[in-house]
Structure formats: C-alpha cells, structure tokens
C-alpha cells in the first residue's frame, strides 16, 4: 500500500477511535499524559443521514448549501466527510462534514466546550469563526505530519452544530469554510 492511503487507513482511525462524540462526551487521555486531571474531551465526526441535491444538503436539524462547483458530495460511509473540495493539482486538500449533537453538555456553551479541550496536548490552536447567524468556536489538532482537523462547534438551543474539517491547509481554505458555515439554515421544530 502507499503512503497515502495507509495515512487515511491511519486518519480514520485516529478520528473514530481517539475522539468522542458530539453527541456523548466521554473522557480522553493524552498519550504522553495519563493523569486524570489532564483529560479533556474531544468531538468526533458523527455521520448524518442527509439528502443532497446539487448542492442543497438538508439533515435533521438544519440545511446548508455545498456550492457543486466548489464542493463534491462523497457518499462514501468510509470517507472520513461527506464533502471534498475540488482540489486543482493536489495543491490543498479539505474534506468537511457538518453534524448536530444529540444534546449540549449542561451549562456548557459552544465557548466552553472548546476551552474545555484547550490543556490537551493535541490541540495545537482554537480560535473563532463568525458567520452572520453564529459564532463557531474551534479547536485544531493533528491527524499526521501533512494534514489538520478542526472541529467548529456553535450552539444551537439544547444542542450544539458540529463542523469536523480536516485540511493541509487552513490558510488557504479559511474563507470557503466561513462560506459554507453561513450557509447553514435551522429546519423547524417538528
């Protein structure tokens, strides 16, 4: 096998196994650290059931648009993100999937839940995403010597909106992240 796929082989393991659900918040121990104080949570990507059509993605607890130009809609189960950016010549990478948790941890907002990860020693950065309807909240992380994860978290009433975004380049991709976040529209309660 290649490099490449044996780091995929690697990554999806990594963010299956190494992280905790958005929607059940599970303690994790850092691999240079195993003290109880010194553990923090992680969101994991979650796979929703969605409904795509050219470019309209709709899940249960809200919609948002993937422009087809820009994005493809994978629809692998094995792919780590339901999106992939059109990539020109190998030169980025970005693979997006937008989730909802099943339930907010009590009395800890999108904020917190980020600065409750910060001590980690795998986080290497956070900081904040602003769209006109929220505010995403992040903390980012490495998957191997190449390639990042990000997970932006936003509240979102009783629950919170989960983005896991993973990229060889966050520079680059900043603004078309922030795009599709906008994008995002809450479906009524049913």
Not at 141 to 164: F, G, P, Q, V, W
Request: aromatic share 12%; hydrophobic share 35%; glycine share 4%.
């Amino acid at each position: 096998m290649n490099k490449k796929i044996i780091t995929a082989i690697f990554a999806a393991a990594v963010i299956s196994t190494a992280l905790c659900g958005c929607s059940r918040q599970k303690p994790y121990v850092p691999s240079n650290e195993q003290a109880a104080s010194e553990q923090a949570e992680k969101l994991a990507v979650k796979k929703e059931k969605i409904t795509y059509n050219k470019g309209n993605v709709t899940c249960s607890d809200f919609s948002f648009f993937a422009d087809p130009t820009l994005w493809n809609y994978t629809e692998s189960s094995d792919d780590t993100c339901d999106f992939r950016m059109k990539a020109y010549k190998d030169l980025t990478t970005c693979g997006v999937s937008l989730f909802s948790s099943d339930e907010k941890v009590t009395g800890q907002d999108a904020q917190m839940k980020v600065l409750s990860v910060i001590n980690n020693a795998d986080v290497v950065s956070t900081g904040t995403l602003a769209t006109a309807d929220r505010t995403f909240y992040y903390y980012e992380y490495s998957i191997n010597e190449d390639l990042h994860a990000r997970t932006y978290i936003a509240d979102n009433n009783d629950k919170y909106i989960c983005a896991y975004v993973e990229s060889n380049n966050f520079g680059y991709i900043d603004g078309k992240i922030a795009d599709l976040l906008s994008s995002i529209q809450l479906t009524d309660a049913k």
